[in-house]
């Protein structure tokens, strides 16, 4: 096969890609980017492919959801689209899918019907609420599972109402949690030699992803509330105005907060009692916080941020996104990549966070034109030309 693999991590698998919107092909990404051999499959040209695809094919979130794959066009609303596929996924090592609960039932491509051709088989399926249960054939969307899982309910300041997170992070997390659980049951599988179906949600992705702030209410009974830039339980920690800009400091415990005081020229305030303890400090942090902000906006944050980070104590500039990434550090991480795209010109994507010495990621190829490899990708899976010629005629493919 010519097509150049990511990483050689994960480069005896092949993933059989049914894929769309967001969680799906963030899942599928992260094999591709290890080197697996994924294949996007997608409908023919001449039926409508629809909404959320990550928008057009060479706009920027198209470009970045499915770098490192390949594609097949292929009808599964047919007979002879759904035998073709069966007959993939009797090689293939992984199916992934994000259609709902009875899509995929009704088409005969669940995972009951595709582990009978192949049980080593690993079929994963991620949806906005769950496989089963009452809401199993809702259609999921980020911002809802935001809000039901309780996300928006602590984003934002105090008393503004429900905040969105900037990103869709339950989409993300999904996508995430799913090649995680790919990776586990493909480990599995070595000592069963049996494949199995794993699913995740949307809901079940943003209900873990509240962490410490889930475990509050769970063992504790505490509902937090929103605290705006104001971590809920390290204080003093949250947003500090200076002369040129805002910084960040995280300053947990009482020796960091008595470092504070001494680089604020306010060494007193650390044994005042309405600061010296991290009880005080909670009940009293608004007032603490605008006293800390009057020392604060004497100098620019380059200044704060260097003594801050000598003196031990975790301090950084707010970025915008441009700003970001033309910080040093950032520079130094090399973590935006460059590609070259289809029409040969070179954009910039957000390669893979995690570096491993032997077999690193590398984004080797853009997103493949819709079909690009039909043909080449069947005839690895053993069709003939003649047959890829009957299929291309009876516009299965």
């Avoid at 991290?278 to 942090?285: D, E, I």
Wanted: net charge positive; hydrophobic share 40%.
């Amino acid at each position: 096969m010519s097509f150049p693999r990511a990483s050689t991590a994960l480069n005896r698998f092949t993933v059989l890609d049914l894929t769309r919107v967001r969680a799906g092909p963030t899942c599928v990404r992260q094999l591709a980017d290890w080197g697996a051999n994924c294949i996007k499959i997608e409908m023919p040209e001449h039926m409508t492919e629809g909404e959320g695809l990550g928008g057009p094919r060479e706009g920027s979130d198209f470009q970045n959801l499915h770098r490192n794959k390949r594609s097949i066009t292929l009808n599964l609303k047919s007979p002879e689209g759904v035998a073709v596929l069966k007959k993939m996924a009797a090689k293939a090592d992984v199916v992934v899918e994000n259609y709902r609960p009875d899509v995929k039932k009704r088409l005969g491509i669940d995972y009951e019907a595709l582990s009978a051709v192949n049980p080593r088989l690993i079929y994963a399926s991620i949806s906005g609420f769950g496989q089963d249960g009452p809401y199993a054939n809702r259609p999921g969307f980020d911002q809802i599972a935001q809000g039901m899982g309780g996300l928006m309910s602590i984003t934002g300041l105090p008393g503004q109402g429900p905040v969105r997170v900037g990103i869709p992070v339950a989409d993300l997390t999904a996508g995430l949690f799913a090649a995680m659980g790919i990776m586990v049951a493909l480990l599995e599988r070595e000592q069963s030699g049996k494949g199995q179906a794993i699913d995740t949600s949307l809901l079940q992705a943003q209900l873990f992803m509240l962490d410490f702030q889930a475990t509050r209410w769970l063992t504790g009974g505490v509902v937090p509330p929103q605290a705006g830039n104001n971590h809920p339980t390290s204080i003093p920690t949250g947003v500090f105005k200076t002369s040129d800009g805002y910084i960040n400091i995280a300053a947990a415990g009482q020796k960091m907060w008595e470092k504070v005081c001494v680089l604020l020229g306010i060494p007193d305030v650390a044994k005042h009692p309405d600061y010296a303890t991290g009880a005080a400090r909670q009940k009293n942090r608004d007032a603490l916080n605008a006293m800390m902000e009057k020392e604060t906006v004497k100098n620019t944050s380059a200044h704060w941020v260097d003594e801050f980070n000598k003196a031990g104590v975790p301090c950084g500039p707010i970025y915008s996104i441009d700003q970001a990434f033309a910080d040093p550090q950032v520079k130094h991480l090399g973590i935006a990549k460059a590609v070259r795209t289809q029409k040969q010109e070179t954009i910039h994507l957000v390669g893979q966070p995690v570096r491993l010495s032997r077999t690193p990621s590398a984004i080797v190829a853009p997103p493949p034109m819709l079909g690009e490899h039909t043909d080449e990708i069947l005839g690895e899976f053993g069709f003939t030309k003649d047959e890829i010629k009957t299929l291309h005629a009876s516009k299965t493919l």
